[in-house]
């Protein structure tokens, strides 16, 4: 079962050619069971209509989405791929559950040609995450799989049991046991979601339960309990009733809202709307953001991972979506975190089957790739609301799942392990940078990284903002390179500690463009270089002259398949052949320079001298002409001979 359907929403023969037809406008049988999330009686209407040919093009999706929570997943897909045919009723959310559907139909083919037909509707984060993912699993992820001691709780019951939470050295935790014989969840047929409390033993088994008391009572929905030791406050969801019965909006649609209970203290409603539900909040203590799971309508897909800002638990800003790094197109739920990594759970569709749970590196505001904890942690089926903690010389976890072998429809599942779950990563990003032109950003830039053995790691482009992000597994040494058509290729290797102190922050990416460092002077394409001159009569570098010669220098490290002749000339005073023999030198010295800088050999082809040949202006022998003037004629040019093959 979809456990996006479990609290309400969260907790909530061939079909090709069906002509659709816009009959009513007003709520149908099936309309009223699908928006009070019974599924099943949906389709018996749904389907009633659709023989009758009443159905419209809306309540036909309906239906393929009724078909999808009942687990009808070869109708459910035959449903989508007519609507997307058809029309354009279908959203990001709808292709997640499309493509789910499509995976799980046997003998189906052709979801990763779908998937490409509409990978242009998707965010790029959200592409990047299923490259990852899909390149884990198939480059041997069980070889970085830790190895996990999972046991179902003795504690778990026939019903629904979910949404672990420590409560110092308890256990708090959801579940559908009947508390009160008359009041019970329709759709779930068990009781309302109730919260427990429990000791947890040195085994990591639970015992002594009990109804948590510390809650302000209602005979509805109270669930998925986050306790913070900061404020000594359960943060939950509760049914929206008023004057102690259910609430309902225009479409009959009871929703949930987040509260806090003050252990001891008072009781609060924090997120309220009656069309609207609010799931799984969490509280964090490091920097008062609470963390919780709705469906609003800017959303990715269907339920996405929002925070608030609080101040000591009192909600102080409007939602703010965590991005299309941590939510999609599918379902996002069960946030929390754990050293400085983010867990939570998502049904989207390139998972391992129903709701994973993922692990993400926090990077200050961002998040890193999330990644799939792998098939010990997940299963083909539910799999959700991991949480974690330090215990002795390990680790102490539980999670939720309707997998197999359980007792009940969802148990609760404990776990030790002697690391903390999710691959380690490396994560590289900054910015693209113009060498010569700051703060110039560079876009489109290609950035790959490699390993030693010259196997590509990853590659991304840099945004038009020259932003980029890599994240690869855990390596000991990488090599980094960056092109762009007409730029310096940048090529970097980076050891172990150099890649630890990269995790700390940014690292921006310098290339130099190629029409920075060179102009057109006297009919060719020379370095950019200042004027400088040598002394009267001297072919000894200066300070000033080493400065220029630094720039051709920092341009064959930049563009090292660029071959050059170097060019002095001197003015007309003094005799020719003394002037030949002085150019001669001042280019051989020049090339001295270079050469012991870095410069290969085989980059300068030509080393000349053309004494007071090639004259700029009519300061010949016997002309009268100012210093100024003079000086004009002495020059010495870097050329670059293969300009125009260079980028070919």
């Not at 996006?4 to 009959?23: D, P, R």
């Not at 592409?127 to 041997?140: H, K, R």
């Not at 390993?451 to 990853?458: F, H, I, T």
């Not at 030198?585 to 050999?601: F, M």
Request: hydrophobic fraction near 35%; charge should be negative; glycine fraction near 8%.
């Amino acid at each position: 079962m979809n456990h996006v359907k479990k609290i309400q929403l969260t907790l909530w023969a061939s079909l090709l050619g069906v002509v659709f037809c816009f009959a009513q406008n007003k709520q149908s049988e099936g309309d009223v069971f699908f928006f009070q999330y019974e599924y099943q009686k949906a389709v018996g209407a749904y389907e009633k209509q659709l023989n009758e040919g009443t159905l419209t093009k809306q309540q036909f999706l309906n239906l393929a989405d009724a078909y999808y929570e009942t687990n009808n997943f070869e109708k459910a897909s035959e449903a989508y791929m007519e609507i997307f045919d058809q029309d354009t009723l279908m959203d990001g959310h709808h292709y997640n559950k499309m493509l789910q559907s499509l995976a799980k139909t046997p003998d189906f083919e052709g979801k990763e040609d779908f998937l490409t037909s509409i990978s242009s509707s998707f965010p790029k984060e959200l592409m990047e995450n299923i490259e990852f993912n899909e390149q884990l699993m198939q480059n041997g992820a069980e070889d970085n799989e830790l190895d996990y001691a999972i046991f179902n709780l003795e504690a778990n019951s026939p019903q629904t049991d979910f949404a672990p939470s420590f409560y110092n050295n308890k256990l708090l935790f959801s579940t559908g046991r009947q508390v009160n014989k008359k009041l019970r969840y329709e759709p779930g047929n068990e009781g309302y979601f109730n919260i427990y409390e429990s000791e947890i033993q040195p085994s990591g088994q639970i015992m002594s339960l009990h109804v948590f008391e510390a809650l302000e009572d209602t005979d509805y929905h109270k669930a998925t309990p986050s306790y913070s030791s900061a404020l000594n406050s359960v943060f939950y969801v509760v049914s929206n009733t008023q004057n102690g019965e259910l609430s309902f909006d225009s479409n009959g649609k009871n929703a949930l809202s987040i509260a806090k209970q003050t252990i001891g203290g008072s009781n609060q409603l924090l997120l309220k709307d009656l069309s609207t539900s609010f799931y799984y909040p969490f509280y964090d203590d490091t920097n008062g953001r609470l963390y919780f799971s709705a469906d609003f309508e800017d959303g990715y897909g269907g339920t996405d991972i929002y925070f608030v800002y609080t101040n000591n638990g009192q909600v102080m800003s409007a939602p703010i979506n965590l991005g299309p790094r941590i939510n999609s197109s599918g379902n996002e739920i069960a946030p929390f975190i754990f050293e400085n990594s983010f867990y939570f759970a998502s049904d989207v569709f390139y998972g391992l089957g129903g709701m994973d749970i993922y692990k993400a590196n926090m990077e200050g505001g961002d998040f890193g790739i999330p990644i799939n904890l792998g098939d010990q942690i997940n299963s083909e089926f539910d799999d959700f609301g991991l949480i974690i903690r330090n215990e002795g010389e390990g680790l102490l976890g539980y999670f939720a799942s309707n997998r197999p072998g359980g007792k009940g429809k969802d148990d609760i599942y404990g776990f030790k392990v002697d690391e903390k779950p999710g691959l380690k990563t490396i994560t590289f990003k900054g910015e693209v940078v113009n060498a010569n032109r700051r703060p110039n950003v560079v876009a489109n830039t290609v950035i790959s990284l490699w390993d030693m053995d010259g196997n590509k790691l990853a590659e991304t482009i840099s945004d038009e903002d020259g932003q980029y992000r890599l994240e690869i597994p855990e390596e000991t040494e990488v090599v980094m390179e960056a092109t762009k058509e007409r730029y310096s290729r940048y090529i970097e290797r980076f050891n172990k500690e150099e890649l630890d102190e990269l995790q700390n922050g940014s690292f921006d990416i310098e290339i130099a463009l190629y029409d920075d460092l060179v102009e057109e002077r006297e009919g060719q394409k020379v370095v950019k270089m200042d004027d400088f001159y040598f002394d009267t009569s001297s072919t000894q570098l200066t300070y000033e002259i080493e400065k220029e010669l630094n720039k051709v220098v920092d341009f064959i490290k930049a563009f090292p398949e660029a071959q050059l002749r170097i060019e002095t000339y001197t003015d007309s005073r003094g005799g020719s052949s003394t002037n030949f023999r002085l150019t001669q030198g001042r280019s051989d010295a020049i090339k001295r320079y270079l050469l012991e800088n870095g410069v290969p050999a085989n980059s300068i082809l030509y080393s000349i001298g053309y004494g007071e040949d090639k004259l700029l202006n009519n300061c010949t022998n016997g002309v009268f002409c100012l210093e100024t003037l003079h000086k004009q004629n002495q020059r010495s040019l870097v050329v670059v001979l293969n300009d125009n093959v260079l980028f070919d």
